[in-house]
């Protein structure tokens, strides 16, 4: 591999580990990174579906991508 490729990974995992999605746990919370309020967000109502697709989408390019012999 070159090593500006050697570069672009270092630079990217270091940049993922610095960079976070998530809001800093409130002093005298409980960590769990939540506001207790149980509510659901988008993406859980649809966990499901995004398995499904996940699944279907894995079949799809792992049938495109075997090789076939004539």
Known sequence: M??????YIAFFLSFS???SAQP???PGGNGAGGDGTGEQVPVDMYVY???VIAIMLILFFSKKYIPRKI
Do not use: D, G, M, S
């Not at 070159?2 to 570069?7: A, V």
């Open 2 to 7: 070159k090593t500006i490729h050697k570069l």
């Open 17 to 19: 580990f610095v960079v």
């Open 24 to 26: 800093p746990n409130p």
């Open 49 to 51: 579906l995004l398995a």
